[in-house]
């Protein structure tokens, strides 16, 4: 699917803050289109959803249109020509990592870029929120905490998971595993840190 345009701030509509989504592939991506309603329904802003290969998998990029802005599809060989990631990056006044899988941390903490997304993450000076999605034993690992510790330790804002009961889809069973935060929990967060960001700009 082609993208639409990155515009750079000051650009036309660039008045509304700019929201980039990430989307990996975890299987909860499906709700993404949940999570975009909210945004756009509490927020005024301009939302572009950047779409992993994997997160194209599960969620088509025209679905993901329908509540975004602008679209950037990480199977259009096209996109990166078009808004490669310093351009993403510098026109976004913060990321979402939502949902972000353990490769993704893991590239994030060790500041690994092979792809579209990894790439932005690594070239942006906007605050960004990585909203983990994994199953309890993945989320336990030891290798994890310490990427997301380092993650955190460079200035990203890594999101606790909620513990609730949810379907597993390796043993298709319910069981009590990290889950990501409601839609309106996650469209809070993303408005309290655009709100910090506007006043450390004021008194800078």
């Known amino acids: 699917m082609t993208s639409h345009p990155v515009h750079p701030a000051g650009a036309e509509g660039a008045e509304r803050p700019r929201i980039l989504v990430g989307c990996c592939g975890a299987a909860s991506v499906v709700m993404l289109p949940n999570y975009l309603a909210t945004l756009r329904a509490r927020l005024s802003c301009h939302i572009t959803v950047l779409l992993t290969a994997s997160a194209t998998k599960f969620v088509p990029p025209r679905t993901a249109g329908l509540f975004a802005d602008e679209i950037l599809d990480s199977t259009d060989p096209e996109v990166p020509f078009r808004g ?104 809070d967060m993303v408005s309290e840190r655009l709100e910090k960001a506007r006043n450390e700009q004021l008194a800078a």
């Open 84 to 187: 490669n990631h310093a351009k993403i990056a510098a026109s976004h006044d913060l990321i979402l990592v939502l949902p972000a899988t353990a490769n993704l941390i893991a590239d994030v903490a060790h500041g690994h870029a092979p792809t579209l997304l990894t790439a932005t993450l690594l070239a942006a000076s906007c605050p960004v929120l990585i909203v983990p999605a994994m199953n309890n034993v993945m989320w336990s690992k030891p290798a994890v905490t310490r990427n997301i510790a380092q993650c955190r330790a460079d200035g990203h804002e890594v999101v606790e998971p909620q513990w609730r009961q949810g379907f597993q889809i390796s043993s298709k069973r319910m069981i009590e595993n990290p889950a990501m935060p409601s839609f309106s929990e996650v469209a």
